[in-house]
């Protein structure tokens, strides 16, 4: 089973960029699609991003595509999301997890203790 620490968040102005990291244990985590999601405060949690085993399919939520790239470094068993032109609604704690399919309504595991993005000015 793959286990996940989050990282990289922080507090950035609108229009700023952030790039978190989740590094992942377990030799399997080449085998798995992996996503990130995100928590806002009083809301429920949303599927941000996610791409496969190879990092060759990516696909992003409606409300970041443009802005954010997912990527992976298999060799480092790391996914990353750079976020760029941030908006204070990006702000919330985010969460990655291996995942069965694009939109990951079905998720793999449990969720870390994820990283918190506070976009504001």
């Known amino acids: 089973q793959v286990q996940v620490v989050e990282s990289g968040g922080g507090l950035v102005q609108p229009g700023g960029s952030l790039r978190l990291s989740c590094a992942a244990s377990?030799?399997?985590?080449?085998?798995?699609?992996m996503a990130w999601f995100r928590q806002a405060p009083g809301k429920e949690r949303e599927f941000v991003a996610s791409?496969?085993?190879?990092?060759?399919?990516?696909y992003y939520a409606d409300s970041v595509k443009g802005r954010f790239t997912i990527s992976r470094d298999n060799a480092k068993n790391t996914v990353y999301l750079q976020m760029n032109s941030l908006k204070p609604e990006d702000t919330a704690v985010y969460y990655c997890?291996?995942?069965?399919?694009?939109?990951?309504?079905?998720?793999?595991?449990?969720w870390g203790q994820g990283t918190q993005v506070t976009v504001s000015s």
């Open positions: 791409i496969s085993k190879s990092g060759g399919s990516t």
């Open positions: 377990g030799r399997t985590f080449s085998s798995y699609r």
């Open positions: 997890k291996p995942v069965l399919d694009d939109t990951g309504r079905t998720s793999i595991g449990s």
